[in-house]
């Protein structure tokens, strides 16, 4: 059994450590005998409310390129912490109340969707994810900057693109990478 370990800061003592066991349900599975694309996936954690959620999102990319250039975001599962079981455990979630997610690789925020226009709610908002150089001007084409972006819906599990298409096209042109940019009140 895998363990989640979760860490507070409490004052000047020891940080408080939560042990949250993964029950067999969450385990990953990886396709070994698919030897076209490799698999990988990515955790982030978020609160709401005094809540903690975990957000794993499952990623593919070609064997014969690097992470990075070709991925493709397939599938999300989301996970809320139950802090009162013993062991604490992640319980599968469906939906967030109302609210959206907006994940990023140094801060993941939920949003409440009514107060933001276009926003939708139970649906995670994600961006492409770089590795290794992520801007290669200078050694080669730079990696697309929204390759691996979109809208994941939780209701009914598909996946949208994160803006129109004439507008991406822009994007592209332009090789700046994007960040998630939130008002004080959401």
């Known amino acids: 059994m895998k363990v989640s370990k979760f860490y507070t800061p409490k004052t000047t ?3 408080y450590v939560k042990c949250i066991a993964d029950d067999p349900e969450q385990q990953e599975v990886y396709d ?3 030897h076209i694309y490799s698999e990988v996936v990515h955790r982030y954690l978020a609160e709401l409310g005094g809540r ?9 990319f070609p064997v014969n390129s690097r992470l990075g250039d070709l991925d493709e975001t ?21 939906g967030f109340g109302g609210r959206a997610l907006f994940l990023g690789s140094e801060c993941t925020k939920f949003v409440r ?4 226009v276009g926003v939708q709610e139970d649906c995670i908002y994600f961006m492409h994810r770089t590795y290794d150089n992520p801007s290669r001007e200078y050694s080669g084409p730079c990696v697309d ?5 979109g809208v994941y819906n939780m209701r009914n599990g598909g996946i949208t693109p994160l803006l129109p298409e004439a507008m991406m096209a822009k994007l592209r042109l332009k090789r700046q990478f994007l960040t998630w940019f939130f008002p004080a009140d959401v």
């Open 13 to 15: 003592e020891m940080p």
């Open 32 to 34: 070994m005998m698919n």
């Open 52 to 60: 903690l959620f975990m957000v794993r999102r499952w990623m593919r």
């Open 74 to 94: 397939f599938r999300f599962e989301a996970f809320e912490a139950d802090l009162s079981a013993t062991p604490c455990q992640w319980r599968k979630v469906r």
């Open 113 to 116: 969707a009514s107060k933001c």
């Open 145 to 149: 900057p929204l390759g691996d972006s």
